[in-house]
């Protein structure tokens, strides 16, 4: 997998996808791991193609998102 040179996010990810992140803080995979995965699919612009990169990109470098907050 390929990844961004400014950040370790996949190089593929739409432009609506990284201004999403971008605007929620996250800027590095290792972000990711402060929010829940429901979380991160409410972001305009976050559809079901862009997690589809987000899950095996997280899951290549042993991350996950944050646990469901009881």
């Known amino acids: 997998m390929q990844y961004t040179r400014d950040s370790d996010l996949p190089v ?3 432009k609506p996808a990284q201004r999403a992140l971008a605007g929620a803080g996250i800027v590095q995979l290792e972000h990711f791991t402060k929010f829940t995965e429901a979380e991160v ?3 305009h ?3 079901p193609h862009a997690m589809k990169q987000i899950l095996p990109a997280l899951a290549a470098r042993g991350l996950s998102f944050a646990e469901k907050v009881k």
């Open 41 to 43: 699919k409410k972001l």
């Open 45 to 47: 612009g976050m559809g």
């Open 12 to 14: 593929k990810l739409s």
